[in-house]
C-alpha cells in the first residue's frame, strides 16, 4: 500500500492565480482531511469528509474549496490565491472518526507571492 | 475555544534520559488525546492513543498518561536516543469530530 499520497510537493503561486492540490489513500478509507500548518503552528483544519459525497467545513475554510466523488480522492482547491495561504498542507485519512489513527499523506508546501 | 497547548517549544536531553513532554486541554473534555511524530519535511506519524478512563498506556519505550483532573498528558520516552529527535505533537477530539492539535514540542536528544 502507498498509503496517502499528495500532489505536487511544492508549488509557488502567484496572487489570484488558482490550483487544486491533489490526495489519494488506496487504503479504502471513508473519512479523509485537509490540514494546513503554518510554522510554529498546530495543524488546522479546512474540511474534511466522511464519505465519498459528503463533505464538511472545518476550522479554517475560507478561500477553499473541497470535493470527493470517490473513496480514493480527495482534492482540495484554492481560488483566488493569497499570501495568508502560504502554508504546508496535508491530507490525511482514517478507517473510522477521529477516535482512530489518522494516516498523514507527505505533504505539499505552497508558497504565495 | 477549544485549545490543546503544549507550553514547550523545545526539549534538550541527553542520550539516555527519559524525555517528557506536557500537553494540557482547555475549554473542553477530549474522550482521548493522541500523540503523534513529525520529522522535518515529513507528515505527521500516529504514535499513541489513550482514552479517558485510562490512566496509562505504554508502547515500547513509550509512555502516555492521561489526567482528567489536571487536564494533563504526559508523554514519556525512556532510554532516550539522537533517532527520537524530531516535533511530537499532542491532538485531542474536538466537538466537530475532529482532531485539535497543539503546536508541537521540538525534542533534541544529544548524544
Known amino acids: 500500500n502507498a498509503g496517502v499520497t499528495q500532489t505536487p510537493k511544492f508549488r509557488i503561486l502567484k496572487i489570484g492565480q488558482s490550483m487544486t492540490l491533489q490526495c489519494t489513500q488506496d487504503m479504502n478509507h471513508n473519512y479523509m482531511y485537509w490540514y494546513r500548518q503554518d510554522p510554529g503552528m498546530g495543524l488546522k483544519l479546512i474540511y474534511y469528509s466522511v464519505g465519498a459525497g459528503i463533505t464538511d467545513k472545518g476550522e479554517v475554510p475560507n478561500g477553499y474549496n473541497v470535493s470527493r466523488s470517490t473513496t480514493e480522492d480527495f482534492p482540495l482547491r484554492l481560488e483566488l490565491a493569497a499570501p495568508s495561504q502560504t502554508s504546508v498542507y496535508f491530507c490525511?485519512?482514517?478507517?473510522?472518526?477521529?477516535?482512530?489513527?489518522?494516516?498523514f499523506g507527505p505533504g505539499t508546501r505552497l508558497l504565495v507571492l | 475555544s477549544q485549545k490543546i497547548e503544549q507550553n514547550s517549544e523545545a526539549l534538550n536531553i541527553q542520550e539516555g534520559k527519559t524525555a517528557t513532554l506536557t500537553c494540557n486541554y482547555t475549554n473542553y473534555s477530549p474522550a482521548y488525546l493522541q500523540w503523534y511524530r513529525q520529522d522535518p519535511g515529513r507528515g505527521p506519524v500516529f504514535l499513541l492513543l489513550?482514552?479517558?478512563?485510562?490512566k496509562e498506556k505504554r508502547k515500547e519505550r513509550l509512555k502516555v498518561t492521561f489526567d482528567t483532573t489536571l487536564k494533563q498528558s504526559l508523554f514519556h520516552i525512556t532510554a532516550s536516543q539522537p533517532a527520537d529527535s524530531a516535533t511530537y505533537l499532542c491532538a485531542g477530539g474536538g466537538s466537530q469530530g475532529n482532531l485539535i492539535f497543539g503546536k508541537g514540542t521540538k525534542l533534541s536528544v544529544k548524544p
Open positions: 490525511a485519512s482514517s478507517p473510522k472518526p477521529n477516535q482512530e489513527t489518522q494516516y
Open positions: 489513550i482514552r479517558e478512563n485510562e
